[in-house]
Structure formats: structure tokens, C-alpha cells
């Protein structure tokens, strides 16, 4: 399975020609006509089939829970963080950051039926509190990769200063190599030692100490090839490794989830002025008069000087498209890792994204034509490119014809019960504490379309959006009708080329200054909204299988009529009724503490910071059972993170908590609300309508 991570729409070749081709007013864009962009997976697609209906979630870690457990990320909690998030023990299936422990992985599912299971490249979702919650604890013989949301492409670095304001950096005694840890990890199954990442540092022993004070540049820290590379190479090594040391007579499962094009945007520079000059080529006005190439390297920098209007893309752009033909490269090497080893012609490759494009400032993707991005509730955010393909697929399935396009709708949770059916397993899983899994088998309506009917008649993409057909009461079921209600972000079409420098000379560097949103601002769920439920309004609707694109709401005045308000009424109640079933677990506090001991005691015997399992480390346990005057329940004005949140109630005359003792405690009155009743008395006291919107979307996703 080959996973890629906030890659748009448009950022591939094979999806940004379908959709030239298929939905009405698109047009050509470079991702489209450059024939040496993407061509490995431009070829496995049309000899494959291409999934036009695929979903996912519009994060990126929900999304790969979903593929781990079968479950849709409603089912789950979608309110994931800081991996160093604990709280204390009080709850032991949900009580930290990750997949609960109990919950029987796709991995698993393939062990069991005999495969040899392997995962290379990014794995969060797992958690890596215990050395329980590592890959090879989950149902995979071996992994190489890391269990943050981004690491460094070179450095393979993790930042540790996110947490918010007031909370310090962590580790905070490593001087100038702080605020980061190393999150790289090399194991097998039959490893106890808690998966230290000393294979990375070996390639940084001999390096740091030419550098101590850190400030060389990233893309240059390793610049001998002997020493380390650049990440995703490494993965691919890895992965043919695999392939090439297997024996082909026993069944392998091997998952490759690539980072690309997540942040870091790093690249190597050879990459990134090639994908450039290809870039000049295909608009010739981001060329001087000399014909010398402009784009500049720089993240972030919109304009440069003589720079025509509108005609240059920006260098985020450049880095994400860079990233991606990397990513393409590698998996030209793995098909022919597999052809080599005599396996191809039983391979089944499943190619898919974690979700939409990352559309803002430094992202650098494109949905094109689609409406949205990642974090927004628009098909931007949701719909992800996706195939089947290999030699199983061509062999039987296409009977060795031509491609074809599947339209049938489906979501990442699906390959679960779709790789248990193919492996001959039972999908169910029966958990304790956890939701059933919901995975639908899609290999009988994507195998055989004309005599099986499509497996889903409904699937819930968040707390807000709900696909469904069958919905005009018998007419016209095949038809399939999106509904969004409340408040959603990232509400824009992009153009073809976005983003580019469509800043007019002399107007501005800065994106604000650019028409429209151009990149649209970076941010979390208050960023460029749409009020889908504003007055009596029952949300946006709209009928997605005539248009993908989200340009007419059927809600709009005189856009629908009696029947479209029905199907509103009727999408509307259902989704309600789903998110009764709706579960955000309390998972704990993200604590100095727990950071700073993992940090130390991992390092113990090199001196770099390391990241790795937390809670058996003697440092938090001391530091958890010291923590009593802190209340250990929902209250996040428990957690370090939170005293700036504490802090600004106490200009609110502490009707939420206070400051006493050194510590945060809860008013009276607050300490009997629910988590999502704490939440909504927070955004009553914020007048910042920002601040309302980012609760008033907390409060949804936590209601219970």
C-alpha cells in the first residue's frame, strides 16, 4: 500500500488530466502536460483502476487510524496531538495519544493469514507512549519510520515546541540542538530494547561534532551519502530491501507511507531547480529577459523583483511538486524491485493520499478543480486521488484489457475489511471499548461493477459532511448528495496553477495583499469560513455526483426547491443521528514533564536528543503521581500547556479556573461541566470571533 500525505488533487498527473477531462471547465494544468512529472504512477493508474470517489479524512492522523483499525475516524476521536499526552493512568484504552492497544490492526489481520507485514515511513496514529503502542507491536514484523506528524527530510528532526503559548521548550537543557528530537525508528518484532533510533545516530556522531552550535544549513547536514540522505530515499531503500530479501513463496504485506509532501518541504536543490526550470518551460514569463529561470528557492517569498502578474508559481509550489516526483521515482524502484524478484505479477499495488491538499502559506498544493482543502469540509479536504493496480489487478480483474475508472464511493477505512477479504480472514473485530468496525469490503463493486452494487449508500466524512444517496425516497437513488451544516474553512476555488504570484507589482510581498487568497492564509478551522447552517438554513447542500466541484448549493435561494429541502431535512436528521455515535476520548495532558524525561532518559547513552516511549520511564511516573493538586480529569486546565488558557481566565474573574498554589483549579461552577460543556463556556467568554469559531468547532467534535 503506498500512502502519500497532503499531496492535492491536482499534484498529480493521472488525477489532474482525469479531471481535465472529465469535469466540465477544467482546464489543463502543469501538473497535467509535464510527461516526466509523475510518469511510475501515472502508469500504474491507467493500467490500474482509478478510484475518481475516494475519501479520506481532511487530517492526516485520523485518516491512517481509519486504514489501521477499519473504523471511520468518528468512531475514534479525531482530536489527536502532542505525542507525549498521558493522563497519569486513569484510563487505560484511551488515556494517551494513539491507537488503543486492544484494537486488532489491518497488520494483525495480515499476520494472521499468514503474511510477512511490514511498514516503512510515517506512522502516526499508533502512538509510541509504550513500546506496545510501536508498529512492531501492532501486527508488523518490521518498521522504519517515525510516529510524529512531520520530521525533518535531512534531520529527521521533530519540532517540540508546539504546544501552545506558555509552555516551554522541551527539551529545554540540550542548548542549541533543542527545540527538537530525533523521531526515527528501525525495529523488528523481535526487538525489546524499545526501538532506540541508533541507526540514525551513527550518521550524526561524526557530524555534530564538526558542528556543535547546529546552525548549519538543513539541506546541507548531510552532505556525505555515506552518512545519511535525504528521507524518503532511505524509505525506498528500505523498502526494496524487503522486497529483495523475501522469500516469494510466502505472502508479503508491505506498507510504504511516504511523507511527501508533508512539512517540511525539503528537497534536495538539484530537485527543486529541475521541477523549477520544467515550471519555466511550461509559462515562460517566470523567466528574465535572459531566459534565466526566477523562481526563487526561498519558502514564503511571493514576488521577486520584474516578476510579471499572476505568472510564476510560488516556491512552496515548487517544493510540493519536487517532493512528489520524488516520491514517484521511489516507486518506480519498487515496481522494479518486484519485477526482479519474479513477484509482480501477483502484486497488488493501492495507491491513495491522508487527505486533501494542504492549501496554505508554505503547503504549496492544489485541489484543483475542487472546492477546499485539508481542515475544511469541502470535497477539498475529503476526496484524495487514489488506484488499484499491479499484476493481480491486471491479471484478474481487467483481464489484461485496458484501465478503467471506478466511480464507486469509498473512504481509506475500507481497505481493512478489502484486505482481510483478500487474504481469506474475518474483518470483525471485537474489541472491548470500541466501536465496531464499520470497513466495507469494495473489492466485489471495484472487481466487478456491472453485477455488484456499490457497498455503501452512505458514509459520514466528519461531524458535519455526510454523503448519501437513495435520499429522494426511491427516485432517482443512484445519486449521490453531500450535505455540510455549521460553520466549515477553507471555502475557495483555486485556479490550475495555484499558488502562484498573482500579487500585482508594487501592491505587496505579503499573501493578505494578494487576490484573491493567494496562498490562502496557513491555518486551523477559522481560516477563509463558511457559516453552512447561517439563519434557519439546514447546510449547504449539494448533489456531488453532478457536481464534484461544490459551485451550486441547493439550498442557496432559488437554487432547489420542495424536494431538495426534504433531502436537507432528511441528510440533516441523519447525521445527527451518526453523531450520536460520535466519541472524543479525554486522552490526557501534554506535560513538560513526560517530554523532557523521555528525551533524557533515551539519550542516556549518546548525546542527542532521542525521542521514544514515555510512560515506563521512572521520570513520569514520578512526575505524574507529584502532580495532585492538578485535577486528573477532562479539565485541560490541568495540563502545562494550558496555563496561558488559565491565565487569560483569570482576567475572566475566574469564572472558569484560577491560579492557586502554583497550580490551575477549577472554579465550582466549571469543575461539574462535561468536556464539551467547557469548551462552550470558554467560547461564551471569548469575544474574539476567531476564538468563537475555533470553540464553536471544538465543541462540535467533542460532543458526546
Known sequence: MLLTDDVGHNNLGFSARHAAATIPGTYDSFEGTWTNYTPNLDTLAHSGVLLERHYAYFTCTP??????????????????????????????????????????????????????????????????????????????????????HSNGAYKFDTPRDTAGPGHPLCPDDWGPKAPYAIDLFNGSSSDTSGQQAYWAYERYLAIYDDYPDGDRPRED?????????????????????????????????????????????????????????????????????DGTCMINRKLGQTLLHGLRYGQCALPERIAHLGMVHIFDEQVGRLVSALGQKGMW?????????????????????????????????????????????????????????????????????????????????????????????????????????????????????????????????????????????????????????????????????????????????????????????????????????DDPTEHRDLNDPGAGGDVEAAISVRMRRRLDELNRGYFEPWRGCHRTEYCNATVNFWSKAVDFPFSGPFIDVAECKECASTSAHRHRTWNECQCEEAIWSCLRDNFMDGKLCRWVDGGCTLSKEAARFTYPERLLAERDMLPDAEHNYFYRRKIREAAV
Open 345 to 545: 505479477q501477483d502484486t497488488l499495488i493501492i495507491y491513495t493520499n491522508d487527505n486533501g491538499g494542504a492549501i496554505g502559506t508554505t503547503a504549496g498544493a492544489n485541489n484543483y478543480p475542487l472546492r477546499g482543502g485539508k481542515g475544511g469540509d469541502f470535497d477539498g479536504g475529503f476526496r484524495v486521488p487514489a488506484f488499484i493496480s499491479g499484476g493481480f489487478v491486471q491479471r484478474t480483474v481487467l483481464r489484461k484489457g485496458a484501465g478503467r475508472v471506478s466511480s464507486v464511493v469509498s473512504h481509506v477505512a475500507d481497505w481493512y475489511s478489502t484486505l482481510s477479504y483478500l487474504a481469506g480472514v474475518d474483518p470483525t473485530d471485537d474489541s472491548v471499548g470500541v466501536q465496531p468496525v464499520s470497513s466495507v469490503n469494495l473489492w466485489p463493486s471495484i472487481a466487478f461493477p456491472t453485477s455488484c452494487p456499490e457497498a455503501r449508500w452512505e458514509l459520514q466524512l466528519s461531524t458535519q459532511a455526510l454523503l448519501a444517496r437513495k435520499v429522494r425516497g426511491g427516485e432517482d437513488d443512484a445519486a449521490w448528495y453531500k450535505l455540510i451544516s455549521g460553520m466549515t474553512s477553507f471555502d475557495m476555488h483555486m485556479g490550475p496553477e495555484y499558488p502562484n504570484a498573482s500579487c500585482p507589482i508594487g501592491i505587496g510581498d505579503n499573501p493578505p495583499d494578494c487576490r484573491p487568497w493567494n496562498p490562502a492564509p496557513f491555518g486551523g478551522r477559522g481560516t477563509l469560513p463558511k457559516d453552512c447552517s447561517e439563519g434557519t438554513k439546514m447546510g449547504c447542500l449539494f448533489r456531488i455526483s
Open 221 to 289: 547536514f548531510f552532505s556525505d551519502p555515506d552518512q545519511s540522505g535525504y528521507e524518503e530515499v532511505l524509505f525506498m531503500d528500505r523498502a526494496v530491501e524487503i522486497i529483495e530479501q523475501h522469500d516469494a513463496l510466502t505472502p508479503l504485506a508491505l506498507f510504504f507511507w511516504s511523507r511527501a509532501a508533508h512539512t517540511y518541504l525539503e528537497l534536495p536543490d538539484e530537485t527543486f531547480d529541475s521541477v523549477a526550470a520544467a515550471w519555466c518551460d511550461h509559462n515562460p514569463g517566470c523567466k528574465d529577459k
Open 63 to 148: 485518516s491512517r487510524q481509519s486504514i489501521l483499525s477499519g473504523r471511520l475516524p468518528t468512531q475514534m476521536g479525531v482530536l489527536l496531538g502532542d505525542l507525549d499526552t498521558w493522563d497519569g493512568g486513569t484510563n487505560a484504552t484511551w488515556g494517551y495519544e494513539g491507537l488503543p492497544l486492544n484494537v486488532t490492526t489491518v497488520g494483525h489481520k495480515l499476520k494472521a493469514a499468514g503474511y510477512k507485514t511490514h511498514l516503512v515511513g510515517k506512522a502516526d496514529g499508533l502512538g509510541v507512549a509504550t513500546q506496545s503502542h510501536a508498529a512492531t507491536s501492532r501486527g508488523f514484523d518490521t518498521f522504519f519510520g517515525f510516529y510524529s
